[in-house]
């Protein structure tokens, strides 16, 4: 656990490092302060209002608490055993097997299944991944993926205005060289920021897993889960509507979008071959 959190701490630093080289390259701070103030807006509603946002983009409505009372039970467990508050429960009216977490911290939470993972997964199994999902909330991700999404959106603003700068400055044959240079180093920054940006994510499945199979203290329910969520998600998954909507993958406890030949070096979760190992791992301790 102390290794996903330095990682994840290590990153973070990375990130900011970029910001500040970048701003640096600049010459000016004006920009960069433009830049980074507007990405902070951008991203304090989203980190308010994005459980409300994601859950209607998906069409989620409240669990019937009639018709699934064991899984508010096991919740309820989980959720005292994670020594947090019982998040609200919701329900997915699709038949890919998915779930995920929301909310800006443990007081003001949220969890959706989807109708697949009911219909599919047993309740040992089911118990693992609300276990995962919980672990989430109690590692206050939503805010983590939230800092990593403000340094990151202003590397992306910043390098776009070094772009636009230098293509119409102006500049004389003598500041041409360097220009072309650095609209080398705009283009590549935000990819770099990016791939960082999706390293977090991928750490921060691992903890949740490990975190949640402590929560559940079955590793291997989670581990039997995730094998069956894998393959079922081969043959139902969604075709993303929108740019925001494929922006909430990384919320899903597997990734829920189909995807060409890029999707492993972008991918928001890590593989999963590696993360059934692990937890079949944390088993024989």
């Known amino acids: 656990m102390f290794k996903n959190q330095l990682k994840t701490a290590m990153l973070l630093a990375s990130l900011s490092g970029l910001l500040f080289l970048l701003g640096y390259w600049i010459g000016g701070t004006t920009g960069l302060i433009f830049a980074f103030i507007f990405s902070l807006l951008i991203n304090f509603v989203t980190y308010f209002y994005s ?37 609200k429960l919701w329900y997915l009216p699709t038949n890919m097997a998915n779930a995920f977490a929301t909310g800006r911290n443990p007081k003001h939470a949220s969890v959706a299944v989807t109708q697949g993972i009911l219909d599919i997964l047993d309740e040992h199994e089911l118990r693992g991944v609300l276990s995962h999902e919980l672990s989430h909330v109690k590692n206050r991700d939503i805010l983590i993926a939230t800092i990593a999404a ?68 079955d590793p291997l329910a989670l581990a039997s889960a995730l094998e069956k969520l894998h393959y079922d998600a081969k043959s139902k998954r969604l075709k993303p509507k929108s740019n925001a909507q494929t922006s909430t993958a990384s919320l899903f406890i597997v990734y829920p979008f189909s995807g060409n030949g890029f999707t492993t070096l972008f991918s928001t979760h890590p593989p999963m071959e590696k993360r059934i190992a692990r937890l079949r791992k944390m088993a024989q301790y």
């Open 51 to 87: 459980d409300k946002i994601v859950l209607k983009m998906y069409g989620a409505k409240p669990l019937d608490k009639d018709r699934y009372a064991n899984v508010y039970e096991m919740v309820a467990e989980l959720a005292h055993n994670a020594k947090i508050p019982m998040p």
């Open 150 to 217: 403000t340094i990151a959106t202003s590397i992306a603003y910043v390098a776009d205005m070094l772009r636009w700068s230098f293509i119409f400055g102006g500049s004389g044959d003598r500041d041409r060289g360097r220009g072309i240079g650095m609209i080398f180093i705009a283009i590549l920054m935000p990819i770099a920021a990016m791939l960082i940006q999706l390293s977090i994510s991928r750490s921060r499945e691992y903890l949740a897993d490990e975190t949640g199979a402590k929560i559940s203290h």
